[in-house]
């Protein structure tokens, strides 16, 4: 079984930063991709940020490009999502998860363990 537990979120203003931070349990995770989802009220959940489990690539969507990066510890079971420049429309709960496998999917269905969550909310 693995387990994903977020935190860091929290209120910050526009422009500033915020590293959100998911420890996931269990032996399989170095042989894991892991991604971050959010979803904004009223809109789907939808696609941040991907790495592979070995380091080497990473991905992410167009809205958080150049501003977002997502750094993982192997040794430390856990990924980041560093967040910096943060604009309002960046305001909403943020989701890591853990892929099928060591494939990275820029679609949620690439994932089978998720974690509780954690609100991200950027006043202008």
């Known amino acids: 079984q693995v387990q994903l537990v977020e935190s860091g979120g929290g209120l910050v203003q526009a422009g500033g930063s915020l590293r959100l931070s998911c420890a996931v349990s269990?032996?399989?995770?170095?042989?894991?991709?892991m991604g971050w989802f959010r979803q904004a009220p009223g809109k789907e959940r939808e696609f941040v940020a991907a790495?592979?489990?070995?380091?080497?690539?990473?991905y992410y969507a167009d809205s958080v490009k150049g501003r977002f990066t997502i750094p993982r510890d192997n040794v430390k079971n856990t990924v980041y999502l560093q967040m910096n420049s943060l604009k309002p429309e960046d305001t909403a709960v943020y989701y890591c998860?853990?892929?099928?496998?060591?494939?990275?999917?820029?679609?949620?269905?690439?994932?089978?363990?998720w974690g509780q969550g954690t609100q991200v909310t950027v006043s202008s």
């Open positions: 998860a853990a892929a099928r496998g060591v494939v990275v999917s820029l679609d949620q269905q690439g994932y089978n363990y």
């Open positions: 269990g032996r399989t995770f170095s042989s894991r991709a």
């Open positions: 790495i592979s489990w070995g380091y080497s690539s990473t």
